[in-house]
């Protein structure tokens, strides 16, 4: 049955974002969905020569999406941070390498704008 879900919130979500992130659970209010997303614990490309540990999560943003059959959708996203062993820094992906060279719509663009927007400092 997992599967079944899995196939369709690929068809509902943009292909990068099930890649990374795994749909934790859902709330339907009346007119309004809200889907909550955790990034899975994959270690970014560009770290993978480091020792890296997961070190949890930034606190949760929202980023409202396209409607989804005349219901508001609002996507709740957590993103993973990690400690570089080696530097004892936090490091985490970064978007705007992930879709370099990609083919991305301009609302997925725009998303991703979106999502850089709550960059951690």
Known sequence: MQDCYSELIKLLLPEIIVEYFELTS????????????????SI??????????????????TVQDFPIRGHQV?????????????????VFRNWNLVADGTR????????LKEINRFQPK
């Open 74 to 90: 609002y996507l709740h996203i957590t993103r993973r941070r990690w400690l570089n062993e080696d530097t004892g820094k936090v």
């Open 26 to 41: 859902y709330k339907k209010e009346g007119e309004v969905l809200h889907l909550y997303l955790k990034e899975i614990n």
């Open 104 to 111: 991305v719509t301009q609302e997925f663009a725009s998303f």
């Open 44 to 61: 970014p490309k560009e770290y993978r020569q480091y020792k890296l540990s997961s070190k949890g999560f930034f606190d949760e943003i």
